[in-house]
């Protein structure tokens, strides 16, 4: 029987499951230990009385002919602990209790403990050796284990290929600690299928930070017509003249889409270019609208269409209505009150439509029909190039204004573009050299003969070569009498011709006849217009 009363012979697994009945109380639990005197210890460090320590243990001592050192075959720890009612009472592994020293009956014999064993602690209820010196210290703080007493970290488990499998999309977003990196990134160099899961991750990361523009290919639109056109050809194609101005008027509108209802009062800076100076003119994005509403009028009245002015109630509409661009936009914000807003979208669209539909309808030969602005004419495949060209022009300053992105035309129609203007120079050089603003000529020739030319060479997105002659608007450039050569980047090139920067810092290169290239640069400029 155990210091507590208990029965501690039975086995682990006879009553493993079943409940335990506390056995018969022992006379030493009704001891008062308070009541009972007890020796005086001598100080620290001092020999022990001659008395001998009264002896200890449980009703009847040791029985006679135990030598020394033996003790019964229980755990001692288990009654120091007072665990409660019913916990098991048999040896546990590493107590030092041999395999024979196990538990049974209170009338089992005792086994004497192995040399070498610790001794089991003495209790106030536990038998033990008479002449022992009483332990009142308590018993000894458990020593932690090696690895608790160094500041190494304890080494973590192998984590699992579904854990790691799981960590995959944590691993690719870099949100893994480091060691889960190292853990993952050995598991991959074994793994086939978690690498190939992990390739694709990070290829889909890579597409969330991409730093190119969010917006369409300019020529996306005209490369899914062209495929569609090429399966069912329509039965009245848009000719090719007009497909720059189908281009860049849907675009534009795409822009407008896109655009909030206060957007469309931010203010646009309008800029070009007059005589020898730069022009600015400030408006609104509704305004700049209405500005190429008023100017594609001039198109719709070569086409025998309505005048938009008509619709806007400006004063003297009708025949009335002055050619020039500049007036006819004059007269168009000035007869709206209060200022265009959203509404001007819709009509200015359905013009672009209505152009690009009658000019399709209109027969083989609609291209060459003269379009008049007053203080010239184009014929109607060159004015809605220039249409095009004026709607890429302010479609940018509307982007600017409302921070939006906005890429050059595609090549092909940049192309087109560039070259209208240098068909327009040897004109636009004449009518400078007639008001004194350009050098006088200096070697006539007539018309359809070489003359003195100035090679234009346009570099990058839509170039080419141009040979612009000088002397006569009817000579022919000729590469055998280019005097100068000026390269510049097409884009740049345009930004000339709509009149955004100065003739002096526009050249990338210059060789050649000074004179002459500054003439065919201010030229350029001249071309711009409200």
């Not at 004063?315 to 006819?328: C, F, K, Q």
């Amino acid at each position: 029987m155990s210091g507590d009363g208990r029965e501690g012979g039975r086995r682990d697994d006879e009553v493993r499951g079943a409940r335990r009945i506390p056995g018969p109380r022992g006379a030493v639990d009704d001891l008062d230990l308070e009541s009972v005197e007890r020796p005086v210890l001598p100080p620290p460090g001092e020999p022990a009385p001659d008395e001998a320590v009264p002896e200890q243990g449980v009703p009847g001592g040791v029985p006679e002919g135990v030598p020394d050192g033996v003790v019964r075959g229980v755990d001692a720890g288990a009654v120091d602990e007072g665990g409660p009612e019913g916990a098991e009472t048999g040896p546990r592994p590493g107590d030092g209790v041999p395999d024979s020293a196990e538990t049974g009956p209170a009338d089992a014999p005792l086994v004497a403990a192995e040399p070498g064993d610790a001794p089991a602690p003495l209790d106030a209820n536990e038998p033990g050796d008479a002449n022992a010196p009483l332990d009142v210290t308590g018993p000894a703080d458990p020593v932690p284990p090696p690895h608790a007493m160094t500041s190494e970290p304890a080494v973590a488990p192998e984590l699992s290929h579904r854990v790691l499998k799981a960590l995959l999309g944590a691993w690719a977003l870099s949100a893994c600690s480091a060691g889960e990196t190292a853990a993952v990134e050995d598991h991959l160099t074994v793994c086939a299928p978690c690498a190939d899961e992990a390739l694709r991750l990070r290829d889909a990361v890579g597409l969330l930070h991409t730093d190119g523009s969010l917006d369409l290919d300019p020529g996306l639109r005209s490369r899914v017509l062209d495929g569609c056109l090429g399966r069912r050809p329509a039965r009245i194609p848009v000719p090719e003249w007009a497909a720059p101005y189908d281009a860049e008027t849907a675009r534009l509108d795409a822009l407008l889409r896109d655009i909030g209802d206060a957007d469309w009062h931010a203010p646009v800076q309008l800029r070009w270019f007059e005589e020898e100076r730069a022009v600015s003119r400030r408006s609104t994005v509704a305004g700049v609208i209405g500005h190429l509403m008023a100017v594609d009028g001039l198109v719709s009245a070569a086409l025998g269409l309505d005048d938009p002015l008509d619709g806007a109630g400006a004063a003297g509409g009708g025949a009335g209505v002055p050619l020039s661009p500049t007036r006819r936009t004059e007269t168009y914000w000035a007869a709206t009150h209060p200022p265009a807003t959203r509404a001007v979208r819709e009509p200015w669209r359905d013009l672009t439509h209505e152009l690009i539909r009658t000019a399709s309808l209109a027969g083989r030969h609609a291209g060459e029909r003269s379009v008049s602005y007053g203080e010239f004419a184009l014929p109607l495949q060159d004015a809605l190039l220039d249409r095009a060209f004026e709607c890429w022009v302010h479609g940018t300053d509307i982007a600017e204004a409302v921070a939006y992105p906005y890429d050059p035309p595609s090549a092909a129609h940049l192309h087109r573009m560039i070259d209208l203007a240098a068909r327009l120079l040897p004109a636009t050089l004449a009518a400078r050299r007639r008001a004194g603003l350009a050098a006088p000529a200096k070697d006539l020739v007539g018309a359809g003969e070489p003359g003195r030319s100035v090679h234009l060479e346009v570099e990058g997105h839509g170039g080419g070569d141009w040979y612009i002659p000088l002397d006569s608007p009817a000579a022919v450039g000729s590469r055998e009498r280019a005097v100068a050569q000026v390269a510049l980047d097409g884009v740049e090139f345009c930004q000339l011709v709509a009149g955004h920067i100065s003739p002096v810092e526009a050249a990338a290169g210059q060789e050649g006849d000074r004179e002459a290239i500054r003439d065919i640069l201010f030229a350029s400029a001249s071309l711009s217009r409200l």
